[in-house]
T-cell receptor, first 113, second 107 residues
Framework: DGGITQSPKYLFRKEGQNVTLSCEQNLNHDAMYWYRQDPGQGLRLIYYSQIVNDFQKGDIAEGYSVSREKKESFPLTVTSAQKNPTAFYLC????????????FGEGSRLTVL | QKEVEQNSGPLSVPEGAIASLNCTYSDRGSQSFFWYRQYSGKSPELIMSIYSNGDKEDGRFTAQLNKASQYVSLLIRDSQPSDSATYLCAGDYKLSFGAGTTVTVRA
C-alpha cells in the first residue's frame, strides 16, 4: 500500500540534543512538507521541498533543518536552537507542488524533558 | 494577518443536525481551498476540495466558496457522532492552514 511513514511515533529528548524525524513516502510524490502542530492550534509550515536537492523555509523554520537527497525521503532535524520543540510533527506530500491535496503521515510526537 | 483564519470556537450540535463551519482568507493568493478532518491524536485527512466559486457536495458534506466575500464554509448534514473531530481549512497559497474548529456531535 502506498503511503507516508513517519518514525519514530514518540520521541523524548533532553534539552540541548538534536533529534532527527524520519519521513518516507512511496507515493511517487514530488513535493513534501513538514508541519508542526501545538495543542489546540492549526498546522504551521516548517519546511517544504518541491524537488530533490531543493527546499524552502516555511513560516517557522528557525531551529530546524531538512534535506532532500532522495525523492522518497525528507528528514527533519530539530536542533538545540529550537526553543520550544515539544510538539506534534506532521510530514505530508502531494503529487504536484502548490496543490492543497496533502497526504499526511501518522505524525511524530516529540517531548523535551 | 494570517492567510487563512478560522475564528469560530468549539461547536456542539445534536445528532442529525447541520454543523456549519466557516473560514475567511486574505487576498494574498489562495485560489483553491481544502477541508481536512483531524481526529484527536491523529493526522489530518482531506475530506473536501473546492476550486471555484459556488457549492460542491459530496455525500453529507457541502463546501461553499465565495471569492467576493473571501470566505469558505463547510456544512455537515445529518451530523453523526463519528463526525466529532477538528476540521481544518487550508488554502493553496503556501498551503496555509487555519487553527481549526472542533466539532462535537451529541448523541
Amino acid at each position: 500500500d502506498g503511503g507516508i511513514t513517519q518514525s519514530p511515533k514518540y520521541l523524548f529528548r533532553k534539552e540541548g540534543q538534536n533529534v532527527t524525524l524520519s519521513c518516507e513516502q512511496n507515493l511517487n510524490h514530488d513535493a513534501m512538507y513538514w508541519y508542526r502542530q501545538d495543542p489546540g492550534q492549526g498546522l504551521r509550515l516548517i519546511y517544504y521541498s518541491q524537488i530533490v536537492n531543493d527546499f524552502q523555509k516555511g513560516d517557522i523554520a528557525e531551529g530546524y533543518s531538512v534535506s532532500r537527497e532522495k525523492k522518497e525521503s525528507f528528514p527533519l532535524t530539530v536542533t538545540s536552537a529550537q526553543k520550544n520543540p515539544t510538539a506534534f510533527y506532521l510530514c505530508a506530500s502531494t503529487q504536484l507542488a502548490n496543490t492543497g491535496e496533502l497526504f499526511f503521515g501518522e505524525g511524530s510526537r516529540l517531548t523535551v524533558l | 494577518q494570517k492567510e487563512v483564519e478560522q475564528n469560530s470556537g468549539p461547536l456542539s450540535v445534536p445528532e442529525g443536525a447541520i454543523a456549519s463551519l466557516n473560514c475567511t482568507y486574505s487576498d494574498r493568493g489562495s485560489q483553491s481551498f481544502f477541508w481536512y478532518r483531524q481526529y484527536s491524536g491523529k493526522s489530518p485527512e482531506l475530506i473536501m476540495s473546492i476550486y471555484s466559486n459556488g457549492d460542491k457536495e459530496d455525500g453529507r458534506f457541502t463546501a461553499q466558496l465565495n471569492k467576493a466575500s473571501q470566505y469558505v464554509s463547510l456544512l455537515i448534514r445529518d451530523s453523526q457522532p463519528s463526525d466529532s473531530a477538528t476540521y481544518l481549512c487550508a488554502g493553496d497559497y503556501k498551503l496555509s492552514f487555519g487553527a481549526g474548529t472542533t466539532v462535537t456531535v451529541r448523541a
